[in-house]
Nanobody
Framework: QLQLVESGGGLVQPGGSLRLSCAASGFTLENYAIGWFRQAPGKEREGVSCISASGGGTYTADSVKGRFTISRDIAKNTVYLQMNSLKPEDTAVYYC??????????WGQGTQVTVSS
């Protein structure tokens, strides 16, 4: 069974940092593009950052560009989202998504990130 489990969320002050983890099981990251999405209260889900199956290409939303960095550790079959210079507007539930051509997308359960002083 393909599964994604997010972790690393929590409460952090503005300007602080967090590193989110997306642990994959049942498949190898090398065959899937992995994306981070977030959904704030009362707002629709939005894409944050994505890394290609090869690991050689990344996409980052303008709202987080320069502050967030996506990466992966093949040995651990885990994708990370390093979040720096956090702002209150970054507060949301962050979800990990895996996709591959010809396959259904897989979503994790989400991890809460709260940025507040």
């Amino acid at each position: 069974q393909l599964q994604l489990v997010e972790s690393g969320g929590g409460l952090v002050q503005p300007g602080g940092s967090l590193r989110l983890s997306c642990a994959a099981s049942g498949f190898t990251l090398e065959n899937y593009a992995i994306g981070w999405f977030r959904q704030a209260p009362g707002k629709e889900r939005e894409g944050v950052s994505c890394i290609s199956a090869s690991g050689g290409g990344t996409y980052t939303a303008d709202s987080v560009k320069g502050r967030f960095t996506i990466s992966r550790d093949i040995a651990k079959n885990t994708v990370y989202l390093q979040m720096n210079s956090l702002k209150p507007e970054d507060t949301a539930v962050y979800y990990c998504n895996a996709r591959r051509s010809g396959y259904s997308q897989t979503w994790g359960q989400g991890t809460q990130v709260t940025v507040s002083s």
